[in-house]
Nanobody, 120 residues
Framework: QVQLVTSGGGLVQPGGSLRLSCAAS????????TAWYRQAPGKERELVAR???????NYADSVKGRFSISRDNAKNTVNLQMNSLKPEDTAVYYC??????????????WGQGTQVTVSS
């Protein structure tokens, strides 16, 4: 069974930094597009950053210049480095990956979500 396990959330003061990590486990052939989404209370889930297999990166306008997405293919992880955090970054963050496996073909997977709270 393929799973995404997220870690690294927490409470941070405005201007601080956090690093989120998401690790894929189980039996699979390859990982395609990966991304981070977030959902704040009362709002819809929104794309924060996306990294394709071809290396194309997209960021939400609200996080450009502050957040950075990266992958470690050897460890099957995708990371989100968040700097200069603002209170409006407070949300539950979810990782996403499109994974090809023998059992399930090409499927979309989501991590369990991790809370990021930016507050003084």
């Amino acid at each position: 069974q393929v799973q995404l396990v997220t870690s690294g959330g927490g409470l941070v003061q405005p201007g601080g930094s956090l690093r989120l990590s998401c690790a894929a486990s189980g039996r699979f052939f390859s990982i395609g597009t990966t991304a981070w989404y977030r959902q704040a209370p009362g709002k819809e889930r929104e794309l924060v950053a996306r990294l394709t297999n071809g290396g194309i990166i997209n960021y939400a306008d609200s996080v450009k210049g502050r957040f950075s997405i990266s992958r470690d293919n050897a460890k099957n992880t995708v990371n989100l480095q968040m700097n200069s955090l603002k209170p409006e970054d407070t949300a539950v963050y979810y990782c996403y990956a499109r994974i090809v496996s023998d059992a399930y073909g090409t499927s979309d997977y989501w991590g369990q979500g991790t809370q990021v709270t930016v507050s003084s």
